[in-house]
């Protein structure tokens, strides 16, 4: 079915109902209906193949729903891309995926032309919400067209979406996800989430994220989707109140920073039904906090973009009824496995672990990828022994609650982003005054973890902290920056003369229970 048929479910029955709403307006689930399938039959009317790979790269904001769905309707293969991201590296994904088409919004018109300079390879590019020199403008290149009344008919193993992620190198894999995949995650969601009444979803994070997953399964309910521009504490409040939110997901970040606000407790949240946390590990007592205050409306999910967002659950009644020590220890899990998507704990020669013992926990089912575009060697990498192998560590306990207590691989995790460190290391390597360096993720009430740098210095040289993040952050991004640098006489070594990045990461870490 793909995405397109869980919108295309709501515009059928519920098309007088709002389904997106900005700082623009909202647009009624018929209004979108017809623009989106606009956009395809104009697609489909410009002699692309099908499954041409079409990108969208926007801040949050309806009409760049109404475009991925669009690009879904012809048949297309949709790319999302982070505005957040460092323009070098959606440079790499719209190379690596092969993106032909490029629909922009006129906020992001001048790195659109970085983009256009460094991949000589697209073809078209859309301005969506206005006209912008050496670009289509969206209504002008739609025209007239007549709708194509029907999407695509995807067959269940065709790809219709290429998520990017990162690899150890931090170069970009792109993950190919198929109609069967969505029909499973959707599938997943649903089986967890019953509702009482229709939804209306808050999207605060990227739509390229996490948040528009549950916008697009919110929308074969007929759900309202309510867009914010991005995270501000204050505004995520009165918005649950004012538009009587009953879903949104966060990671625990941003939940954090929900609980710091002074008007934290002076707001009406009695709409809301699910409030989901998933992306990092939260805290067991800013998760108590969150019950004390928003109600018994947690629900924590687990997954990963080769296994898209729903592989465990943990359900609002597992957050209740905490007196028992052994139901309050649930808090530290990420639930159990969902209903179609079977998870394990693995050895290294391929045995799957009985209860309470450690190894990389493994998923199965028809919610994992097709495999990494362009990729097969990375593909047959994580699928050793039948199991898509997730990097993190775990055990199943007798209960079949899963419990992530570390990471095989290096990357790290900051306020639901990964990170991956040799990246970072690089660019620190370059400047003329570091002779080495690690970098670590240590943890932070905030994000989870914090990108750490520990470097040492060559003989006779000086380093001005605030100069050194800042040009991180030029460079990378605020995400994979640095958020400290740590200057260190000497950095451990291994007996071969490695820096012992394990014995720097483990004095970040020492006395918690968990060190992810």
Request: proline share 7%; charged share 20%; aromatic share 8%.
């Given at each position: 079915?793909?995405?397109?048929?869980l919108?295309?479910?709501?515009?059928?029955?519920?098309?007088?109902?709002?389904?997106?709403?900005?700082?623009?307006?909202?647009?009624?689930?018929?209004e979108?209906?017809h623009?989106v399938?606009?956009?395809?039959?104009?697609?489909?009317?410009g002699?692309?193949?099908?499954?041409?790979?079409?990108a969208?790269?926007?801040?949050?904001?309806?009409?760049?729903v109404?475009?991925?769905?669009?690009?879904?309707?012809?048949?297309?293969?949709?790319?999302?891309?982070?505005?957040?991201?460092h323009?070098?590296?959606?440079?790499?994904?719209?190379?690596?995926?092969?993106?032909?088409?490029?629909?922009?919004?006129?906020?992001l018109?001048?790195?659109?032309?970085?983009?256009?300079?460094?991949c000589?390879?697209?073809?078209?590019?859309?301005?969506?919400d206005?006209?912008?020199?050496?670009?289509?403008?969206?209504?002008?290149?739609?025209?007239?067209?007549?709708?194509?009344p029907?999407?695509?008919?995807?067959?269940?193993d065709?790809?219709?979406?290429?998520?990017?992620?990162?690899?150890?190198?931090?170069?970009?894999?792109?993950?190919?996800?198929?109609?069967l995949?969505w029909d499973?995650a959707?599938?997943?969601?649903?089986?967890?989430?019953?509702?009482k009444k229709?939804?209306?979803?808050l999207?605060?994070?990227?739509?390229?994220?996490?948040?528009?997953?549950?916008?697009?399964?919110?929308?074969?309910?007929?759900?309202?989707?309510?867009?914010?521009?991005?995270?501000?504490?204050?505004?995520?409040?009165e918005?649950?109140?004012?538009?009587?939110?009953?879903?949104?997901?966060?990671?625990?970040?941003?939940?954090?920073?929900?609980?710091?606000?002074p008007?934290?407790?002076?707001?009406?949240?009695?709409?809301?039904?699910y409030?989901?946390?998933?992306?990092?590990?939260?805290?067991?007592?800013k998760?108590?906090?969150?019950l004390?205050?928003?109600?018994?409306?947690m629900?924590?999910?687990?997954?990963q973009?080769?296994?898209?967002?729903?592989?465990?659950?943990?359900?609002?009644e597992?957050?209740?009824?905490?007196?028992a020590?052994?139901?309050?220890?649930?808090?530290l899990?990420?639930?159990?496995?969902?209903?179609?998507?079977?998870?394990?704990?693995?050895?290294?020669?391929?045995r799957?672990?009985?209860?309470?013992?450690?190894?990389e926990?493994?998923?199965?089912?028809p919610?994992?990828?097709?495999?990494?575009?362009?990729?097969?060697?990375?593909?047959?990498?994580?699928?050793?022994?039948?199991?898509?192998?997730?990097g993190?560590?775990?055990?199943?306990?007798?209960?079949?609650?899963?419990?992530?207590?570390?990471?095989?691989?290096e990357?790290?995790?900051t306020?639901g982003?990964?990170v991956?460190p040799?990246?970072?290391?690089s660019?620190?390597?370059s400047?003329?005054?570091?002779?080495?360096?690690?970098?670590?993720?240590?943890?932070?009430?905030?994000w989870g973890?914090?990108?750490?740098?520990?470097?040492?210095?060559?003989?006779?040289?000086?380093l001005?902290?605030?100069?050194?993040m800042?040009?991180c952050?030029a460079?990378?991004?605020?995400?994979?920056?640095?958020k400290?640098?740590?200057?260190?006489?000497?950095?451990?070594?291994?007996s071969?003369?490695?820096?012992?990045?394990?014995?720097i990461r483990?004095?970040?870490?020492?006395?918690?229970?968990?060190?992810?």
């Amino acid at each position: 079915m793909a995405i397109t048929q869980l919108f295309a479910r709501g515009a059928a029955l519920h098309p007088t109902r709002i389904c997106l709403q900005d700082a623009s307006g909202t647009r009624r689930y018929d209004e979108v209906h017809h623009h989106v399938t606009r956009i395809a039959a104009r697609l489909n009317a410009g002699d692309q193949p099908t499954g041409e790979k079409c990108a969208v790269y926007s801040p949050n904001a309806s009409i760049a729903v109404e475009c991925l769905l669009g690009i879904q309707w012809a048949g297309a293969v949709y790319v999302p891309l982070n505005p957040k991201n460092h323009t070098n590296e959606n440079a790499a994904i719209l190379d690596n995926c092969d993106v032909s088409t490029l629909f922009f919004h006129s906020s992001l018109a001048a790195e659109v032309e970085a983009l256009r300079a460094a991949c000589p390879t697209m073809q078209r590019f859309i301005s969506i919400d206005r006209p912008v020199p050496g670009a289509d403008f969206l209504d002008t290149w739609i025209g007239d067209v007549a709708p194509r009344p029907r999407p695509f008919a995807y067959e269940p193993d065709d790809v219709v979406s290429i998520y990017s992620t990162g690899g150890t190198t931090g170069l970009p894999k792109g993950v190919m996800l198929t109609s069967l995949n969505w029909d499973i995650a959707a599938a997943n969601f649903h089986a967890h989430t019953p509702v009482k009444k229709p939804p209306v979803f808050l999207a605060v994070s990227p739509i390229t994220h996490a948040a528009g997953t549950f916008s697009f399964m919110t929308m074969a309910l007929g759900g309202r989707t309510v867009i914010l521009p991005g995270f501000d504490a204050g505004k995520v409040l009165e918005a649950i109140e004012r538009e009587r939110v009953t879903h949104i997901y966060l990671p625990p970040t941003a939940i954090y920073m929900l609980l710091e606000h002074p008007d934290v407790r002076s707001r009406d949240y009695s709409s809301l039904e699910y409030f989901v946390y998933t992306s990092a590990p939260m805290s067991v007592t800013k998760l108590q906090q969150c019950l004390e205050i928003f109600g018994p409306v947690m629900i924590q999910f687990w997954g990963q973009t080769e296994a898209p967002s729903f592989c465990t659950c943990l359900s609002r009644e597992d957050h209740l009824d905490l007196a028992a020590p052994a139901r309050a220890r649930r808090l530290l899990s990420c639930g159990q496995p969902m209903l179609l998507t079977p998870v394990a704990a693995m050895d290294d020669d391929g045995r799957l672990l009985g209860a309470g013992e450690k190894g990389e926990l493994v998923v199965n089912g028809p919610l994992v990828m097709a495999g990494y575009y362009k990729n097969p060697s990375a593909t047959a990498g994580v699928s050793a022994h039948g199991w898509h192998h997730t990097g993190d560590v775990g055990y199943v306990d007798a209960d079949g609650f899963v419990y992530i207590v570390d990471r095989k691989k290096e990357m790290i995790i900051t306020g639901g982003y990964n990170v991956y460190p040799r990246e970072v290391e690089s660019l620190l390597l370059s400047h003329a005054a570091i002779q080495e360096c690690a970098v670590v993720g240590a943890p932070d009430d905030k994000w989870g973890e914090a990108v750490t740098g520990v470097i040492e210095l060559k003989a006779g040289s000086t380093l001005d902290i605030p100069e050194i993040m800042a040009w991180c952050k030029a460079q990378l991004g605020s995400i994979k920056a640095p958020k400290s640098v740590l200057v260190w006489t000497e950095l451990p070594r291994t007996s071969v003369g490695k820096v012992d990045k394990k014995a720097i990461r483990k004095t970040f870490w020492e006395g918690s229970e968990r060190v992810i």
